[in-house]
Antibody, heavy 113, light 107 residues
Framework: EVQLVESGGGLVKPGGSLRLSCAAS????????MNWVRQAPGKGLEWVSS????????YYADSVKGRFTISRDNAKDSLHLQMNSLTAEDTAVYYC??????WGQGTLVTVSP | DIQMTQSPSSLSASVGDRVTITCRAS??????LNWYQQKPGKAPRLLIY???TLQNGVPSRFSGSGSGTDFTLTISSLQPEDFATFYC?????????FGPGTTVDIK
């Protein structure tokens, strides 16, 4: 069974930082481009970032470019998202996903004073 | 970036109804269109990929069609467990943009 398990969410003050992680199991992690997708409370889905299987290709949404950094550790089947300079607009559930088929349960990030 | 629109934004329907949701892309995306179902508090679930291919385990009452810029998700006979929000997503180019969603609720 494929599992993607996110961690690292929580409450952070504006301007603060958080590092999200996603632990993958039950799939050949190195075969997949991995993504972060977020969903603000009561809103739709927003793609945040992608990283190719070998980390050669990395993309960011304009809304997070320069503040967020995606990375992966293929030896540990894990995906990460370093989030800096957080604002209230970053408040959302963050999902780790292979892009379509497999999604984690999400981790909530709340940016508030 | 490719913009995705959906119509309607919400609809009310009864069990057994045939439901159709439309998704439109701002430029041609060939058949690179996914459909997801999301229930409150849950992650999205892939229903259909490449516009018309049913994901493993998805009931056959769900179907998808279209190519280019116009796509349709059809539920042939709505079941109680189908009440949810449905999103389309283009996977033709980066960023892989989502539609705004269509909420299907009980009439």
């Amino acid at each position: 069974e494929v599992q993607l398990v996110e961690s690292g969410g929580g409450l952070v003050k504006p301007g603060g930082s958080l590092r999200l992680s996603c632990a993958a199991s039950g799939l050949t992690f190195t075969s997949y481009t991995m993504n972060w997708v977020r969903q603000a409370p009561g809103k739709g889905l927003e793609w945040v970032s992608s990283i190719s299987s070998s980390s050669s290709y990395i993309y960011y949404a304009d809304s997070v470019k320069g503040r967020f950094t995606i990375s992966r550790d293929n030896a540990k089947d894990s995906l990460h998202l370093q989030m800096n300079s957080l604002t209230a607009e970053d408040t959302a559930v963050y999902y780790c996903t292979t892009g379509s088929s497999f999604w984690g349960q999400g981790t909530l990030v709340t940016v508030s004073p | 970036d490719i913009q995705m629109t959906q119509s309607p934004s919400s609809l009310s329907a009864s069990v057994g109804d045939r439901v159709t949701i439309t998704c439109r892309a701002s430029q041609s995306i060939s058949k690179y269109l996914n459909w997801y179902q999301q229930k409150p508090g849950k992650a999205p679930r892939l229903l259909i990929y490449t516009a018309s291919t049913l994901q493993n385990g998805v009931p056959s009452r769900f179907s998808g069609s279209g190519s280019g810029t116009d796509f349709t998700l059809t539920i042939s006979s709505l079941q109680p467990e189908d009440f949810a929000t449905f999103y389309c997503q283009q996977s033709y180019s980066t960023p892989p943009t989502f539609g705004p969603g269509t909420t299907v609720d009980i009439k």
